[in-house]
């Protein structure tokens, strides 16, 4: 299931990667794939066969979510029962991509199973949540990771954050990131628009956004500064948020700001134009993600200048996503080269803390 970059369904955009690492032989690492409720557990599922994963078994309450998932996985098994993934023992992680507000009680009961947990991000409605996985990954030594895939499965994304850490612009000053998404309404499930569910847009689409500051600013907290979100055109709908802002400061002393929307134009051949902006004391890099707009050129380029130049770089099938291969292997040897588990946590607990910023001030 697949989506082409040029699709307007950002929803099923689940990019599969021309290079990729097979880090494990068929067999050596078995997962599974639990609720299908949105798209981008395709996304999850591509990107850990592509490493050499190998999905065992499939599990939706209601199968029809499951789509194709055979046709695509001829080998996998269908099961009925959540609790038939989590007795066999062969199962190293369970990936899912539940209704959010949901998405953390699959999780404890996966990790109670002695099962690694990846859920599509938001991976928490509420900071309670929060804490019940913190204390449950702390009890059983399973991990909880979060599946952000603007960064994860996309190659510019990535590889701008390979040349910060090589310092090649310096000390991080800021980091702000655009995010404008299709809405398509009529193709959204009934949960999509009900807060308690979904819980609100920075707590969704703003989690991507977090991550990826703390991730390129390498810092290990933040507070936020404001925050705001709003339903600027959507009266029929009165929960849904289609706009949201918010700004922090790291522990490093780095800023970041985002926007969050429901309102990509409808003459983008894309779903999103998303394009981030880093600015180091040696230089600035601009990611444009998805697209570059009006040019016949892809996404996936990343836009350099440093004290020497100013670069264009082609990422697109060049770096592959190297994310999915460290995870597994993290998974086999419990260590934390993918992503730790504090960061994971981190960039969860501040986009919730910014959407109850937001929620407060929308209600003053």
Not at 34 to 60: E, M, P
Not at 68 to 78: A, F, G
Not at 176 to 203: Q, T, V
Not at 327 to 353: C, G, P, S, W, Y
Request: charged fraction near 25%; proline fraction near 4%.
């Amino acid at each position: 299931m697949a989506s082409d970059v040029t699709s307007r369904d950002g929803m099923n955009y689940a990019p599969e990667p021309r290079i990729a690492k097979k880090v494990v032989e068929p067999g050596e690492f078995n997962f599974a794939a639990t609720h299908f409720d949105h798209g981008h557990v395709f996304g999850q599922i591509v990107g850990l066969t592509s490493a050499g994963g190998t999905l065992k078994y499939a599990y939706d309450p209601d199968p029809k979510k499951l789509g194709n998932i055979q046709e695509l996985y001829p080998d996998v098994k269908i099961v009925s029962r959540y609790e038939d993934i989590l007795e066999d023992d062969s199962i190293h992680l369970v990936t899912s991509a539940a209704v959010p507000n949901e998405r953390c009680d699959v999780g404890l009961m996966a990790m109670d199973a002695g099962k690694d947990y990846f859920t599509d991000k938001g991976p928490f409605t509420t900071l309670e949540q929060l804490e019940q996985a913190r204390a449950k990954a702390s009890e059983t030594g399973r991990r909880y990771m979060v599946y952000y895939g603007e960064r994860l499965s996309n190659e510019a994304t990535w590889y701008a954050g390979e040349l910060i850490a090589q310092g090649i612009i310096g000390d991080i000053l800021q980091v702000m990131i655009l995010a404008p998404h299709n809405l398509n309404a009529p193709s959204r499930p009934d949960w999509f628009f009900e807060k308690e569910k979904y819980g609100g847009i920075i707590s969704d689409l703003g989690s991507h956004q977090v991550e990826q500051f703390l991730s390129y600013t390498g810092a290990t907290d933040g507070k936020v500064n404001f925050a705001r979100v709003e339903n600027f055109r959507n009266p029929e709908t009165p929960e849904l948020e289609d706009f949201g802002e918010a700004s922090f400061t790291s522990n490093t002393g780095a800023s970041c700001y985002f926007r969050v929307d429901w309102f990509n134009p409808g003459g983008l051949r894309s779903w999103g134009d998303g394009r981030s902006f880093v600015l180091g004391t040696k230089g600035t890099i601009e990611i444009r993600k998805y697209i570059d707009v009006a040019r016949e050129t892809s996404g996936n380029r990343i836009f350099l200048v440093d004290g020497d130049s100013e670069q264009e770089i082609e990422c697109q099938d060049k770096i592959g996503f190297p994310f999915f291969g460290q995870l597994i292997i993290d998974v086999l040897n419990r260590t934390e080269n993918a992503m730790t588990q504090a960061h994971a946590f981190k960039a969860a607990e501040l986009t919730i803390q910014a959407q109850l910023f937001a929620d407060k001030a929308r209600m003053q």
